[in-house]
């Protein structure tokens, strides 16, 4: 069983920067991909970004290629997500996932563990 708690959200300027963290709790963080996702009020939870279990691969969504970047620190147990340039339309919950296995998809289904989210507004 993995527990995982996010923070860095905050409000923020267009063209600013945040720095998103997750902190998994339990045992071999390092057997878990993880991956961030997120969700604007009133549409569905869209994928951000897939990191493997090692750190050494990351895949991203084309709407935010570029300029967030994901990886981890697993003697930290933690992942984080480093968002530059944001975007009013980038405003939304964000949360951080796991799930045992190396593989890396882009559909929430596939994940079993899940944080609270963290709350991030970009204003214009």
């Known amino acids: 069983q993995v527990q995982l708690v996010e923070s860095g959200g905050g409000l923020v300027q267009a063209g600013g920067s945040l720095r998103l963290s997750c902190v998994a709790s339990?045992?071999?963080?390092?057997?878990?991909?993880m991956a961030w996702f997120r969700q604007a009020p009133g549409k569905e939870r869209e994928f951000v970004a897939a990191?493997?279990?090692?750190?050494?691969?990351?895949v991203y969504a084309d709407s935010i290629k570029g300029r967030f970047t994901g990886s981890r620190d697993n003697a930290k147990n933690t992942v984080y997500l480093q968002m530059n340039s944001l975007k009013p339309e980038d405003t939304a919950v964000y949360y951080c996932?796991?799930?045992?296995?190396?593989?890396?998809?882009?559909?929430?289904?596939?994940?079993?563990?899940w944080g609270q989210g963290t709350q991030v507004t970009v204003s214009s």
């Open positions: 990191i493997t279990r090692s750190g050494v691969s990351t």
């Open positions: 996932a796991g799930r045992n296995g190396a593989a890396l998809y882009a559909l929430a289904s596939e994940y079993s563990y």
């Open positions: 339990g045992r071999l963080f390092s057997a878990y991909s």
